[in-house]
């Protein structure tokens, strides 16, 4: 039983019957966490909290991250200014870095929300991919990313459906209401995150369906609307249709592997310095920076992960960071085993190679990705 509603997309704004609730809810996490900590006072507390926020400012000096800044400065220069929205891509493996690249990129001081009286203005739009994506889902995602009630149906048996909350709108009629919501909300950039769950999707012409709606958008006379793509496998994604490809440059995230050790060496020194411990290992020196190269497979984002969980302890308890730490931390996390830790032998050309790699550990994580939204309701 078709359940859609053909209703005007100019008056989808209004209609929508949860849009005020919806609003009322933003920011009601972070709300619901400061009465949680509120509640609990102790220097314990207050010391985690000054950790990771130290963690959250640390800068990762990559090239990569130099080049996808210039590429977004462009990317702001140019808004209003030329007939189509500009693109670019970020690709690399899971843990190389791209979800800092897109936090930074997404607290550029020129893009942040605007409340007004007639509703919210909203420069920056940052959306993640559900699973099993098609065009309609995503549609739906980015349009409660806007705050915007869009149904979601119900099985009830006998191949019927029932409409729970919102506007039902098939995948023409999503779109249509996106594009007016992007110009009454004053969207000028979207950031999509985990653009490889369109690969989870087995029907191509679907994927392609998505990569023609992504062109309209950019090359839109009335309103032209700059993305930046992220993924495991944007580059695949954007290659495969012309029409992108000429369109978004690639910015690769690369794993920081022995004949970038001088990277890694770099990085180290600066986690070390930003974090303030009093005394330090000097991981910049000697093999530490192979050692952690061979427990992190050179992926920035769990070099992070790593100091993250080494260093709170000690942290909190007003002592330096030890090898130690780093050797327990790695094996908490699944980096590898205690017969397999660099950070715990002398001679580090000892030490087996992993039988898992982290090229099957990132798989496991696409899967656990991929299960659908309940969100979507699809």
Known sequence: MNMAVKINPDDAYSKAPDFQERAKKS?????????????????????????????RMIEVPTGTWAQARDLFDQIIAGLGEEEEGKAFAVDGPTGAGKTHILRRLSRHKNLELIETEEGPLRPLLKVEIPAACDLRK??????RRMGVGVALAEDVGDGESKITKGIRLDAEDVWDVIRIQLQTQGVMVVIIDEI??????????????????????LVDKEWPVSIVLAGVKAAKFVEEYPELRRRTPIVEVRR???????????????????????????????????RMIHAT???????ADLFKLAGVGPWMAGRP????????AAEAIGLCDARANPFRVADLTKVKKKKKSLEDYDRTLLRGNQRPSIEDGE
């Not at 995503?138 to 349009?143: D, P, Y």
């Not at 022995?258 to 070390?272: G, I, P, S, T, V």
């Open 27 to 55: 920011g009601r996490h972070a709300q619901m966490a400061a009465l949680v900590k509120g509640r609990y006072h102790s220097s314990s507390r207050e010391k985690a909290t000054e950790w990771f926020r130290r963690m």
């Open 297 to 303: 497979d050179g992926e920035v984002g769990r070099v």
């Open 321 to 328: 960071m030890t090898m130690l730490d780093l050797a327990a």
């Open 256 to 290: 920081l592997d022995n004949k970038r050790r001088d990277h890694m060496a770099m990085l180290l020194q600066n986690f070390e310095k930003r974090l303030g411990f009093p005394e330090k290992l000097d991981l910049h020196l000697h093999d530490y920076p192979e």
């Open 138 to 143: 995503l549609g739906v995602r980015m349009l």
């Open 196 to 217: 490889n769950n369109v690969f989870s999707n087995p029907k191509s012409h679907e994927r392609a369906q998505i990569a023609m709606k992504l062109k309209e958008m």
